[in-house]
């Protein structure tokens, strides 16, 4: 029944800027540890007679965040008014850029190549937050005021993956760019989903209900795919589909309805008499423009181009330090190495055990050494994975691999004369007879008894591989 559908997806995200201080004010932007109402100005309160004064920071950030979104910069913006009456706005309207924002026209290329345009970018202020306890509400405006960019995509996406593909991608250029901290659990990045169904090829699309507030990837992707099916089931019921806003509860899998729109929102907006338009000069956006760093799409290509696995980039790309250091990796050797790398990163690195080390701590010039070790047959794989984990340690940071593989006991055995020797001692054994009359009856599987042996004798250092070689010249 599905098939004969396609939804569209339209997604709204609210980026927390990682400032200082508030939009409009000199306190303290971050909350997360304070009291309520700890870190509030008189113009969070809205005291008459305060006046807002623009922090620069967050426009500088604001900036970095259009850029990341390849968005044009448009050097006037100007911010308005937004007004509804909710408790957790003691000004009755929320200052936003609704006529002219800072950021234009911009695209975010997905993993899977699929674009997603994007309208604009705007600044606003965050509000406060309620918290109902059941007959009344408490008002906490430490939030209130805090600088956020407010990015509005295109109808471009046509499938819950996609949405969330989109939203994970968001979430590496913001904190890429340095615009955002990225914090998904502290509300730093929300997600307003819209969602509208019609029939495959259709020239309208169908009503659209809005998804608010989500924070977290994997319901983005549970709460598209709902309300795909939702509104598919109403459809083929000839029933209508309702203009509204719905929540998403995470427990039950389901969006429940929270407010109709039946006519727009009007909020009359109209520009702020207290912030004067903001007139930015080419330069100084350049300037910010060429203090960019490289972008996921950009590791992207160049993995891509060197043959890491596309699943070890996509987990690789949620780790910037990491990133940065693997394309430092191939700069200095050549793709072989990288992969092997990038491998190490992702199968031991990431691996739960090893969280919270510092990911800075290794250098590319250590990182390449071992896997060039590694690859020499120096180091057994599970040797590789131990030096790996010890050059994160902080007390082996300037070390070379090598020394720290020698110092640990791990370097394998590859001198021949000192793998011959222990060879001989090993078929000198009683234990070693029968297996070596059964090697010479061509029982293969007698080669890995004595094999074993070996590598017992050279305490694990032996190279296996050499070693076997070794043996079956010595046994004829
Ligand atoms: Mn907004």
């Known amino acids: 029944m599905s098939d004969k559908y396609e939804m569209t997806i339209g997604i709204e995200c609210h980026v927390q800027l990682a400032t200082k201080t508030k939009l409009f004010s000199g306190i303290d932007n971050d909350a997360r540890d304070k009291e309520p109402n700890a870190c509030v100005s008189p113009g969070d309160y809205a005291i008459p007679g305060t ?7 967050a426009v500088g950030l604001a900036i970095r965040g259009g850029l990341a979104l390849k968005g044009k910069v448009n050097l006037k913006s100007r911010f308005d008014r937004k007004h509804y009456f909710y408790p957790d706005l003691p000004g009755g309207y929320q200052r936003t850029q609704f006529f002219h924002p800072i950021i234009g026209e911009g695209e975010v290329v997905l993993p899977n190549g699929n674009r997603v345009g994007i309208h604009h970018a705007h600044l606003e202020e965050d509000a406060g937050k309620l918290t109902h306890f059941g007959d009344y509400s408490l008002v906490d405006l430490n939030r209130a005021g805090t600088p956020l960019i407010e990015i509005v995509s295109h109808p471009d996406i046509h499938s819950a993956e996609d949405a969330r593909l989109f939203a994970e991608e968001l979430w590496r250029l913001m904190t890429y ?28 699309l169908g ?16 709460a598209a795919a709902y309300e795909f099916e ?5 459809i083929e019921n000839g029933e209508a589909v309702k203009r509204e806003t719905r929540g998403w509860n995470d427990a039950t899998g389901k969006t429940t309805g ?8 009007d909020y009359l907006q109209f520009p702020d008499s207290d912030v004067p338009p903001l007139n930015l000069t080419k330069e100084y956006v350049d300037e910010i423009a060429a203090k960019m760093p490289k972008l996921p799409q950009d590791y992207r290509a160049v993995f891509r181009e060197a043959g890491v696995a596309d699943k070890t980039i996509e987990t690789l790309l949620d780790h910037q330090v990491l990133a940065e250091r693997l394309g430092q990796v191939l700069e200095i050797t050549d793709m072989k190495i990288t992969i092997k790398v990038a491998n190490l990163f992702v199968g031991t690195l990431l691996a739960e055990e090893n969280s919270g080390l510092n990911y800075r701590a290794a250098s590319a010039e250590r990182l390449a050494e071992l896997a060039k070790m590694n690859e020499d047959g120096e180091l057994s794989s599970t040797a590789t994975k131990q030096v790996l984990v010890a050059l994160y340690n902080k007390n082996n940071g300037e070390k070379l691999t090598k020394a720290l593989a020698k110092e640990m006991n791990l ?3 590859n001198n021949d004369a000192a793998l011959g020797a222990i060879i001989d001692e090993v078929l000198a054994d009683k234990a070693a007879a029968s297996a070596i009359a059964d090697i010479k009856n061509g029982e293969q599987k007698a080669i890995g008894f004595l094999i074993g042996l070996i590598m017992k004798k050279s305490q694990g250092k032996a190279n296996p591989g050499r070693a076997r070689e070794l043996l079956l010249k010595k046994i004829g």
């Open 51 to 57: 006046l807002p004064v623009l922090n620069e920071a």
């Open 177 to 204: 760019s340095g615009a955002c901290l990225g914090d998904l659990y502290h509300g730093n990045m929300r997600f307003d989903v819209n969602v509208s169904v019609a029939e495959k090829g259709a020239k309208e």
């Open 207 to 222: 009503i659209r209900t809005e998804i608010k507030n989500i924070n977290s990837f994997r319901s983005i992707e549970r």
């Open 230 to 234: 939702r509104h598919v089931a109403l």
């Open 258 to 265: 929270q407010r109709s729109k039946e006519t727009a929102d």
């Open 411 to 413: 370097l394998q055995e």
